[in-house]
């Protein structure tokens, strides 16, 4: 039977890119798609950002995938007014999806597309796993006059379930990320990860959020799995996203407890100053397409096979913009389809 799939196009280049997973996914296998409004193009048509039948359509599907939400369109400090965000947040708690992968591993090809020197990515090879649905984006907030605050909670078990994940995951060690010199919820995060560490095999080592900022461009190749909580996990993906040479590289994977479908969408944004142009790029997505037939389809084979395509439509000079070169978001697509 062919698997369901639903998508979501979203905002910006999303729909360019979109089209583009499209085209790859025709490619490798029988997949019936759905496509669903989320994010500014929901708020547009239904008033709010994900719509209550659009995540039963993603519970009932294999899998869903996200291309990204945002825009200026939408941009507003009123917190009464909707904002494209949440949709994503919304799918993500949903769907019960607590933990996000983004793995950074710089294409041969792009070694010297990076901003960091060849000899430091060139061994890279990590995986942040990134706790998805608490932590401050969950926790209660509001403004009182001319003060505003975010609240930061985790539950132990909230902890329990992605230090499980790190572990399973990793290869080499696992580095937990917090900040327990100063918030009481890293010092909770640490005493959790460390009595799930004394349980495996692989080693643990803690490091301060700050400190991992900064061996992130200083001794990348060092890391395996990054093991952190919400927020730290948002900045420094993004920071290790650039070691790929653009964010426009790095995909992600976000999971549940398996009894669901998972949610797969590039780390980046909707880009919206070169929406519209078809040059985005899309390799970021196809990363995702990848994440998806891996983790959500079990389909490691065509999941392989589209990274090396990726990988060989760059070594064969495939650049897009973002990577210094002139490519289209159509030529890229043509280059991998070529390649696989
Ligand atoms: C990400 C994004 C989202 C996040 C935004 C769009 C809500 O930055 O997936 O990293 O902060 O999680
Ligand atoms: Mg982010």
């Not at 291309?67 to 769907?95: H, I, N, S």
């Not at 403004?143 to 992605?162: P, Q, W």
């Not at 983790?295 to 913009?321: F, I």
Request: aromatic share 4%; hydrophobic share 40%.
């Amino acid at each position: 039977m062919a698997h369901r799939i639903v998508t979501l196009p979203g905002d910006g280049i999303g729909p360019e890119i979109m089209a583009a997973a499209e085209q790859v996914l025709g490619e490798l296998g029988d997949f019936q798609l759905e496509e669903q409004l989320v994010g500014g193009a929901s708020i547009d048509a239904h008033g709010t950002a994900l719509t209550d039948e659009v995540l039963d359509a993603c519970r009932g599907a294999d899998a869903a995938l996200l291309a990204a939400v945002g825009g200026p369109k939408w941009d507003t400090t009123d917190p009464a007014k909707p904002r494209p965000e949440q949709g994503l947040l919304g799918l993500r708690k949903g769907l019960g999806l607590f933990a996000n992968l983004r793995p950074v591993r710089p294409s041969p090809a792009l070694l010297d597309s990076s901003p960091l020197k060849r000899e430091l990515i060139e061994d890279t090879d990590l995986l942040v796993v990134r706790e998805l649905t608490g932590g401050i984006y969950f926790g209660e907030r509001g403004l009182n006059g001319d003060t505003a605050y975010d609240t930061c909670v985790y539950s132990e078990a909230e902890v329990e379930r992605i230090a499980r994940v790190g572990f399973e995951l990793a290869r080499r060690k696992v580095t937990s990320v917090d900040k327990a010199n100063i918030l009481e919820t890293s010092r909770l995060w640490r005493k959790v990860v460390d009595r799930v560490g004394a349980g495996e095999d692989t080693p643990l080592e803690h490091m301060l959020v700050d400190n991992a900022a900064m061996q992130l461009v200083s001794r990348p190749a060092e890391f395996d799995v990054i093991l952190t909580e919400n927020m730290f996990g948002d900045i420094l993906s993004d920071e290790a996203a650039m070691l790929t040479g653009s964010l426009g590289m790095l995909p992600s994977a976000s999971l549940g407890d398996g009894s669901g479908p998972g949610l797969f969408e590039p780390v980046h944004g909707s880009a919206p100053d070169i929406a519209g142009t078809g040059t985005a790029n899309p390799l970021a997505m196809f990363g995702s397409v990848a994440l998806m037939l891996r983790h959500g389809l079990a389909m490691e084979n065509e999941a392989t096979a589209l990274e090396s395509a990726v990988d060989r439509a760059l070594g064969d000079g495939l650049r897009t913009p973002d990577l210094g070169g002139d490519a289209t978001t159509e030529a890229a697509t043509r280059a991998v389809v070529a390649n696989l």
